[in-house]
């Protein structure tokens, strides 16, 4: 059964890195900065928790695993607010 894990723990760190690579390439190449912003967002914060997910099942339990949930946490609540406060801020020197 230790086998599924690991497998299963690779698949999720390496989409995970694929998606936070994906976030890169799109902060680089698109042209504004609403666009941007949709791209550091949204895989980025999918790609974080892919990570976490395969890390916290190669670790299974104990106070590291509560940490990676801790950080999972904050990450939800922090990505979509600090979005919003930078569209906002966009918004307003575009007029």
């Known amino acids: 059964m230790t086998g599924v894990y690991t497998v299963v723990a690779a698949v ?15 902060v680089l190449r698109l042209p504004d900065t609403l666009s ?4 550091t967002t949204k895989p980025q914060t999918l790609g974080l928790l892919l990570v976490l997910a395969g890390t916290a099942l190669l ?4 106070t590291a695993t509560g ?19 930078l569209g906002r801020v966009v918004q307003r020197e575009r007029r």
């Open 36 to 39: 941007r912003m949709h791209a």
């Open 12 to 26: 999720l760190l390496i989409a995970g890195a694929v998606l936070a690579l994906t976030a890169a390439i799109g």
């Open 67 to 85: 940490m990676l949930l801790l950080a999972a946490l904050f990450q939800l609540l922090t990505a979509p607010v600090i979005a919003q406060r």
């Open 59 to 62: 670790l299974r339990g104990g």
